[in-house]
């Protein structure tokens, strides 16, 4: 996908790897790589910015937290946690996932 | 000297009649008439029904208006459809709500109620009442609903649609608290348009009645969706919302809108634990009259059974207005009957089986 150094905490990248578009980001030096395919409506999910998010709270208040944890869908601004795919609002609804390996220096999807 | 500004006044606005073209002659001869000596204080709906909104043969021998005839609406509603009950919602008592000032507003609230408990509730069990409380005074009509909502005779706290806000907001928190204390449904009963209320509908008022009257369930949307983006149903878990006379066929689409937006901004209240409409199946219920009348009813029922019609709907009349339902006539799936005409209404007001039928 890229060099390691390339990729420094809070970064993303997003590839195309034999027609397949992936996205991988660096979440406090751990690195997750989703497809770049929003389970919702097909949108570049990985192209939408990484963001922290209202934290669940109770009685009209707000608590912002998860900084960096959370990409927001480039279409339709569906919440994703960047860790598991999961949609914060239906956490069965779930973008693919895919493993990482560092080696050499240089960052690989597995597909 | 020039006066510039001195009152005549007619005796009677019938003294018009002899100046008036005969099409609007006839309007201020049969049609609705606001006000008058007789009136209950309220400030008018822009709209007036040219033809009174009175189902015509339900006036009673003395001359009085519809409705005000017990005797009659035993023998029109109550026998003629061996009703096991009729849950009374008045007829302006909820027009209170279009009143500047809100101490009036709560002592009319006040009267309706007490003349409603003496005058009506005490008289035949199959009537049950609604406790009518001013909404643009939340502590007043919360003390209203902690001095009688704990009555038996009494089954829900009733509103009118028309509102300077949507319920959702903090401003009516006491409101529901006070519900949710002495365990009654909230209902806002279509109406309550003028006034200081808000316009009823987005883009300005309409012309004409009819018109009006449609677009008029555009209030009930903003209330379901006030309601649950606001946490009201996280805050009152037991608390049910009771739309009446707002129409049914749109809320399906309401929801379908308000989960998409939901799901996509879900950061703005992050209070809420669920889906828009999994709320909304729990806790509002909507009273059939009027029934959309599609001219192939498989539309309608397929549009119902998104929001669990069954479960969800409330038959009723609207009996002595103009666009009265018919229980025999209304057009819903055959299985739904037991529910919608009795069990929902039943297990909502925790109403007893089969009060004595009179007759």
Known sequence: ?111 | MIDWDVHNSWSAAQELLPYLDPYHRDALVRGELPGGRHSFPHAHRPWLHPEGFMRTDAVPEDGGPPGSDYDLLREQLLDRYDLEYAILTGEEGIEISTLANPSFASALARAANDWMLAEWLARDPRLKGSLVVAPQDPVGAATEIRRLGGHPEFVQVLVSSGAQRPYGDPFYQPIFEAAAEVGLPVAAHLGGQGGVNANPTGCGPPTFFWEAHALLSETGMGHVASLIAHGTFERFPDLRFVLIECGVAWLPALLWRLDADYKALRKETPWLRRLPSEYAAEHIRLTTQPLEQPKEELHLWAALEAIDGERTLLFASDYPHWDFDDPERVRLPPAWRERVFGENARELYGLPVAAATGG
């Open chain 1, 1 to 111: 996908m890229c060099a390691e150094s390339e990729l420094v905490p809070g970064a993303s990248i997003v590839r195309e790897v034999e027609g397949l578009s992936v996205g991988v980001f660096n979440v406090g030096g751990e690195l997750y790589a989703l497809r770049n395919h929003c389970p919702h409506r097909g949108g570049a999910l990985c192209r939408g910015p990484v963001t922290g998010t209202a934290l669940p709270t109770s009685d009209r208040s707000y608590l912002y937290g998860r900084e960096g944890e959370i990409v927001r869908c480039a279409w339709h601004g569906w919440e994703f946690e960047i860790a598991t795919g999961r949609c914060l609002v239906d956490p069965r609804l779930r973008a693919k996932t895919y493993p990482v390996e560092v080696d050499a220096g240089s960052i690989y999807v597995v597909v």
